[in-house]
Nanobody, 131 residues
């Protein structure tokens, strides 16, 4: 049974940092595309970052233009945890953040970005950035 559980959200001031965590279980990380999405109230879901194992000791990361240079996605295999480190947060980053898993091929192809091909989702963690 695949399970994803996010944590780490909270309220911060603009310019601050947060690290989101997503504990994953029930699937093989190296076979899949793992990603973070966010959805602000009244807005469409946005793919923020994705992570995939390409080969032993090698992985790929993709970021949306809105977070590139500020966010970093990583995984701790021993702890089975996906992270999203967020720096220099802006009020526009306020949203519910979700981690998700889908077929590995969609990381490289870009098919992960709209979320439609992702299969499993966590329940989300809320990030609020005040100006």
């Amino acid at each position: 049974q695949v399970q994803l559980m996010e944590s780490g959200g909270g309220s911060v001031q603009a310019g601050g940092s947060l690290r989101l965590s997503c504990v994953v279980s029930g699937f093989i990380v190296s076979d899949n595309c793992l990603a973070w999405f966010r959805q602000a109230e009244g807005k469409e879901r946005e793919g923020v970052a994705s992570f995939a194992v390409v080969a032993v000791g090698s992985h790929s990361q993709y970021y949306s233009d809105s977070v590139k240079g500020r966010f970093n996605i990583s995984i701790d295999n021993a702890r089975k945890t996906l992270y999203l480190q967020m720096h220099n947060l802006e009020p526009e980053d306020s949203a519910m953040y979700y981690c998700s898993v889908g077929p590995g091929v969609f990381c490289a192809s870009g098919g992960w970005r709209d979320g439609a091909r992702m299969v499993y989702w966590g329940k989300g963690t809320l990030v609020t950035v005040s100006s």
